[in-house]
């Protein structure tokens, strides 16, 4: 096994443990931790000196090591700061906002707040959201805000994307709305010279792509392939790429990173040939590459894909073996040290995955047929390469996305053929676009090469069954799927049978599991009340079945609000088949909805679910399973008691923040058995 891949194991493993551990403990063992990590050191230092012949005993207090060093490079999580006594603060843009459709998003770190006692220096990470009528701010800029940040609540809906989790990663615990009168720019600035000089060209750039492809949609996917920035691209388009598994050309990576090298490795293969030609052939390489680095703002995936491929480039002019697998994990290794956290980003782990399979894998899958022709040679090429690349990935992809691209090797052939096209002919119109009636032709070209683009992208989309949905996979199973490809790499490479063999085993394992979780779901019956801000949404799940009542707005044609609160829970509980029920204000009544002066009445599996939208005089009898209070039906404690007595009530997220935090009041005071969703999360019920 590769060294530097030992070294990145255990390194992972070093971060993993620290965030297995719960905070409590790292106190107390972090001292001998670091203790056992210096005398490994010393040890190991002892060894490598004076016993060199003992190559297991110093390969082991290696890994060992790393494993520390891993531990220590994690950082400790940062208790969430109490800024309940903030009335304003200051603060410095981070990053250039992210144009949003009726925002400008953008991340800010606090200098100093003031409270009753005036100003003071403070600390801390806030994301705002700026109305679009204010005016558009830049990195370094610094802000006066009114007001206090929200804290960034935690998902209220079960499998929901834990968007907390996810930017607290970032040191990110708070969010910020703002309305133009709600802040102001001081006129002080406060950026770093490299990164402005960076987001400069990137705005230059963005601009200029924006007077060279009018059409929104091409100027939406040029942006996003040039500069990697996707904030002008439609939902829609988003999930066409997705469905032809070419989503990975609309953020800037290894892949673009890699054109540009094949086209300047033709370009000065002559230049090679000359004295110090190795030399100059890599200077100017890396130059454009780190070029193309700024030209994107220097976005953490093009530093990663370039500081790769700038290790593996430089084996040439040292006249070392160029090896990709120490390009790959010696660059993972660096970018690990430099922050631990990155194990955890979803673009991190997909970029090295296909990366590793492309590496590794599609020199195999190569050999396996030997074209007659160049054009059958390099599409047979780019085919192995998708196959290698989605062979790593997918179970990532499953995990994570819950679905797969059914046409992925159609598509990718050509989309890897237009993007080779296209980012040369981006970069040299990005050159020449001060020039007149060139730039206007090149503008036009680059057009056309993405309207064609996005054309095949669409059409793979409309195809039946172009993407599995509801795929589902947990963490056991992930781990088996990675054991069953490793097994399947090591029967590739090494020819002997046992490999399979413990790939038919794990297999069975995976199949066992997943027979398991088949015979369960079959079974299940679940009453689930869910909290999505200002509607009402209730699923009653049978089997494989559900039913989905929800408000109008809810149920939209795009399916973007059913995608972010609902469909992880529908496929991690394999749900296939949903009936959707709007809750209008009537309704045709059948056997399991009914239509009620004052709401609506469902029956259902042998449960029956009250939902009352009006007031009520009469007292209704406990008679009914759940009672849903929505559309502010009700807003005194007083108003309900007579109605209901002391059953339990469930208020959803219909009704009026005011109207609940005044009943949760009143409610806390007496002690009657109600559940609000906005503030509990979404009400379940396992039947």
């Not at 551990?21 to 931790?33: C, T, Y």
């Not at 210096?38 to 110093?58: D, I, K, M």
């Not at 996917?221 to 598994?245: P, T």
Request: proline share 5%; with cysteine.
């Amino acid at each position: 096994m590769n060294v530097l891949l030992r070294c990145c194991i255990a390194f992972s493993c070093g971060i993993l443990l620290h965030k297995a551990l719960p905070e409590d403990w790292l106190p107390v063992i972090n001292g001998p931790i670091i203790g056992g990590i210096a005398v490994v050191f010393f040890t190991f230092f002892f060894l490598v000196l004076f016993s060199r012949g003992n190559r297991y005993w110093s390969g082991t207090l290696m890994l060992v090591l790393f494993a520390g060093l891993g531990w220590i490079r994690t950082p400790q999580a940062v208790a969430e700061p109490n800024w309940s006594e903030l009335r304003a603060y200051e603060a410095v843009v981070l990053s250039p906002p992210e144009t949003r459709a009726k925002t400008y998003k953008v991340e800010v770190e606090l200098r100093r707040g003031k409270g009753e006692n005036g100003w003071y220096p403070m600390h801390g990470k806030v994301l705002i959201y700026l109305d679009k009528m204010a005016e558009k701010p830049h990195y370094g800029q610094v802000l006066l805000v009114r007001g206090q940040p929200r804290r960034i609540e935690s998902p209220k809906n079960p499998a929901q994307f834990d968007y907390q989790k996810f930017l607290g990663q970032k040191q990110i615990y708070h969010q910020h709305y703002l309305k133009a009168t709600d802040f102001l720019f001081t006129g002080d600035y406060q950026g770093v010279w490299y990164k402005s000089w960076a987001f400069s060209v990137s705005e230059w750039s963005d601009a200029a792509l924006r007077r060279l492809v009018p059409p929104e949609r091409e100027y939406a996917v040029a942006k996003a392939m040039v500069l990697g920035l996707r904030d002008e691209m439609d939902s829609e388009l988003i999930q066409s790429y997705s469905a032809a598994g070419a989503v990975h050309v609309l953020s800037v990576s290894g892949f673009h990173i890699a054109i540009f090298i094949s086209i300047l490795t033709c370009m000065l293969k002559r230049l090679e040939k000359r004295r110090y030609g190795r030399w100059l052939s890599l200077g100017i390489t890396l130059v454009t590459m780190w070029f193309y680095a700024v030209l994107t703002g220097l976005s953490a995936p093009v530093i990663r894909s370039a500081l790769m491929f700038t290790i593996f480039l430089l084996a040439n002019p040292l006249k070392r073996k160029e090896n990709g697998a120490n390009a790959l994990f010696g660059s993972a290794l660096i970018l690990l040290a430099i922050d631990p956290m990155l194990l955890y980003s979803v673009s991190f782990q997909l970029s090295y995955g296909a990366l590793g399979g492309i590496i590794f894998l599609q020199p195999v899958l190569y050999q396996y047929f030997t074209p007659q022709t160049w054009l059958v040679d390099k599409l047979w090429e780019m085919t192995t390469v998708a196959l290698a690349a989605q062979f790593i990935i997918f179970p990532i992809a499953v995990y994570y996305f819950h679905q797969f691209p059914t046409y992925f090797l159609l598509a990718n052939p050509f989309v890897a053929l237009l993007a080779t096209a296209m980012l040369p002919v981006a970069m040299v119109a990005l050159l020449l676009s001060w020039v007149p009636y060139l730039s206007v032709l090149l503008g036009w070209g680059l057009t056309g090469v993405t309207w064609l683009l996005n054309e095949i992208v669409i059409w793979t989309d409309l195809l039946p069954f172009s993407t599995l949905e509801g795929l589902s996979l947990s963490v056991v199973e992930l781990s088996l799927v990675y054991g069953i490809i490793a097994m399947l790499l090591a029967l590739a490479y090494y020819r002997e049978v046992r490999w399979g063999g413990y790939a038919l085993a794990l297999s069975a394992l995976l199949c066992i599991l997943q027979l398991k979780e088949m015979a369960y779901f079959s079974k299940q019956k679940i009453v689930v009340v869910h909290s999505v801000s200002r509607q009402s949404v209730v699923s009653l799940v049978n089997g494989k079945e559900a039913l989905l009542l929800a408000d109008s707005v809810f149920l939209q044609p795009n399916q973007q609000p059913f995608n972010f609160y609902l469909k992880n829970f529908y496929d991690e509980r394999n749900v296939r088949c949903i009936q959707h029920q709007p809750l209008v204000s009537v309704i045709n009544s059948s056997r399991i909805v009914k239509n009620l002066p004052f709401g609506k009445l469902i029956v259902w599996q042998g449960k029956s679910i009250l939902l009352v939208e009006e007031s009520v005089q009469d007292a209704v009898p406990p008679a009914v399973d759940y009672i849903v209070i929505r559309n502010t039906a009700f807003r005194k404690v007083e108003e309900l008691l007579p109605v209901f007595g002391k059953q339990k009530l469930i208020f959803d997220t219909s009704n009026k923040f005011y109207a609940l935090e005044n009943l949760r009041r009143q409610a806390q005071k007496i002690g009657l058995p109600w559940y609000f969703v906005d503030e509990q999360g979404a009400f379940l019920d396992f039947l």
